[in-house]
Each structure stands twice: as C-alpha cells, then as structure tokens.
C-alpha cells in the first residue's frame, strides 16, 4: 500500500495544480470577428432549440453571422424544430444529410459538413446539448486572439440534476485533471498536451482548413483531443481553457445514457492497448484497493494506516476538483464505487470493441481495434 499511497499523492498533487493554476476564458469583449456556431444534432428534437435559442441569446455583441444545424439522418423531429427557428430567425439554417462516407464516424463527418457551409472567420462547434452564456461567441473569439490560438476549446461546466449524475459525472473531470498538466499546455506546444473537449470548439477558418480540419480525425470517437493534437503537430496553437461561466452541458440524463456514454469515451480515449489496461489499473490499484485494505484490516479487528493514508488521498483529490469545479461534495464519499463502476463501463467497452458488435452510440455501432 505504500506504493499506493505514493501514487494517491503525486495525483493529488496534479489534481491542485490544476485547480490553482488552470486560468478560465476571460471575460473581455473586444471587436471580435464573426462567428458561425455550428451544431451537429442526431436525434435531438428535445434539446435543439435549447442549444440554438442560448446560442442567439449569448450573442450581446452581435458576433454570430450565423447557426448552422446539421440533421444527421434525425429519425425523430430534429429537422423540423430546426425548420421552425429557421423561420423564426434568419440566422439559422438547417443543413440536410449527407450520406456518410466510408472511414469516418458520424460526429466528424457531421461537422465537416457545417464547416464547408459556414461563412464566418471564426468557427464554433457546439454539441446539442450545449448550452452558452452571455457573451460567450465574443469572449471565446477575444480570448483566441489574446492568447494567440487558433483552436480554443471551452471545457464546459456540468449540470447535473439527479443523484446518479453528481455521483458518477464528475469522474470525467476527475480522470482528466488528475492525470492531465493542463497549466503546462499553455506553455508547452507538445501534441501529447492538446486537450479539447467537443461541446464547445472555436476554430478560425483559416487554419481549420489548412490544418484538414475533420477530415483529419475522420475515424476517431474523441475527435476533439485527437483535433487539438493534430493542430499542435502542425506548429498551429491550440489551447484548453476552464469555460465554467462560457458553457455548461448536461451530458448523459440517466443511468443507461451515462453508461454507454462511458463506454464511448473511456477505451476509444487511449491510443494503445497497454495504455488503457494500465489506466484500469491504476485506478482501481489508487481508489479502490486500499478502502479494500482498510476493510480487511477492519474485519480483523486492526488498523492498515498506510492504506488508510491512500484512502484518504483519494477522497482528497475528488475534494479539490469538486471544490474547483463545483461539483457536490457529499458525493467524493462515494468515489470507490464510482471508479468500481466507471472501470466496469471500460471494461465493457473493451470486450465490446474486441469480440462483440462494438460500442453503440446514437444509433450507430463503432468497433474500435487497437495495437
């Protein structure tokens, strides 16, 4: 347990870094250039107008040329809510299917389609179930210029709503600023340091397409990192910033969206297979054995201190990152069971991908093979 507890401290000393040092989008709005908000949507009649409605709301210093909806292959009411603002509001327009092209996953595919039908200088790809705050299109635009990127993302704020939600969604923030530098991307232009988050993507124009734009990440489930990657080998900057206060997105609104979700991200998210086995690993050898320790020792009527210590480590890092980012802190008691299940779910995806149909996901089924 030593080992362990060793470990549960290093991470825990990334997890405060990242919360001291990680800056969010500043609050400037100076002349910004205009923007086309560009929103994939498939099958999502329920939050489409929510998305297009704060994107027009949002836009106070009349930066948004436009809000492109690209209906991919909706068997729902998607194309006619869009087809209804679109009467409502000369700035959206509704961007009909495509046929999607052998090689490439929908998401991908789905905003190479919006980005050839956009006008504006700026790029912002938004997911349906984004929503944005005042300013934002403006304060994104004026904090790409300030800091001198021509990709920005906005890691969004999470709202959740049921008890299943503020226990198990903050794991995705736990997982990436526990093991994620994010204070050092800002200075480092390394490709392994690009961080995107696909909610909320600010793109200029031009370098979007000399750079391939999608097309380059046409295969990959996590698109968004794998573009901000992309970007960064090129010699172009990309940054990550805190869009707490630009963005907030409800990801998953119950437990069986959460799961396949969960399987989405968690195995397509490494590039080798030994990465991903010793990310399981480490979680379950960081957050889960020592309370397992701590409960052996218990039942013999002793105390495991060393394994108590990383216990406690743990409960600690879930701590600071709910402090940071707002998350509810009664449910950092929880955190064992949480990373139990969320392993269970890259398991899943893992045994999904390698002898099953693959992982599904709005309706469609992707088989990912990795070396």
């Known amino acids: 347990m030593t080992v362990a507890l060793l470990v549960a401290l290093a991470l825990l000393a990334v997890a405060v870094w990242n919360a001291l040092a990680w800056p969010p989008v500043g609050t400037r709005t100076d002349e910004a250039e205009r923007v086309s908000i560009l929103i994939p949507a498939r099958n999502e009649e329920r939050e489409i107008e929510g998305a297009v409605n704060t994107a027009l709301r949002a836009d106070r210093h009349g930066v948004v040329a436009e809000v492109l909806v690209y209906d991919d292959h909706s068997s729902d009411r998607t194309a006619a809510v869009v087809a209804e603002l679109a009467r409502r509001d000369p700035r959206v327009r509704l961007i009909p299917p495509a046929p999607l092209r052998p090689g490439w996953c929908g998401k991908p595919f789905a905003c190479a389609q919006l980005a050839e039908q956009a006008s504006a200088p700026w790029l912002l790809f938004l997911d349906a179930d984004a929503r944005l705050d005042a300013d934002a299109p403006a304060r994104l635009v004026a904090e790409a210029r300030r800091q001198g990127a021509t990709l920005l993302s906005a890691w969004p704020a999470l709202d959740m709503r049921s008890t299943a939600e503020r226990i198990f969604m903050p794991l995705l923030n736990f997982v990436v600023f526990t093991l994620f530098p994010a204070p050092l991307s800002l200075t480092m232009p390394r490709p392994a340091l690009g961080l995107a988050h696909g909610a909320c993507l600010l793109a200029r124009r031009e370098e979007y397409q000399r750079a391939g734009g999608h097309a380059r990440v046409r295969a990959e489930l996590f698109e968004d990192t794998a573009l901000a990657r992309a970007w960064r080998a090129q010699g172009l900057r990309s940054l990550c910033l805190d869009g707490r206060g630009i963005v907030r997105v409800r990801m998953y609104d119950s437990v069986r969206a959460m799961w396949r979700g969960f399987q989405k991200i968690l195995y397509p998210a490494f590039r080798r297979e030994t990465s991903f086995w010793a990310f399981c690993a480490l979680q379950v ?49 929880l955190h064992p069971a949480a990373v139990s299940a969320m392993i269970a779910a890259a398991l899943s995806a893992w045994w999904r991908c390698r002898f099953g149909a693959g992982v599904e996901w709005r309706g469609r089924r992707y088989r990912v093979a990795r070396p």
Do not use: C, E, K, Q
């Open 285 to 333: 050898f960081v957050y889960v054995a020592p309370w397992v320790a701590v409960a052996v020792a218990a039942s013999r009527g002793a105390l495991d201190p060393v394994a108590g210590a990383a216990a406690m480590a743990g409960i600690a890092t879930r701590l600071v990152l709910a402090a940071r980012f707002r998350h509810p802190w009664w449910s950092a008691a």
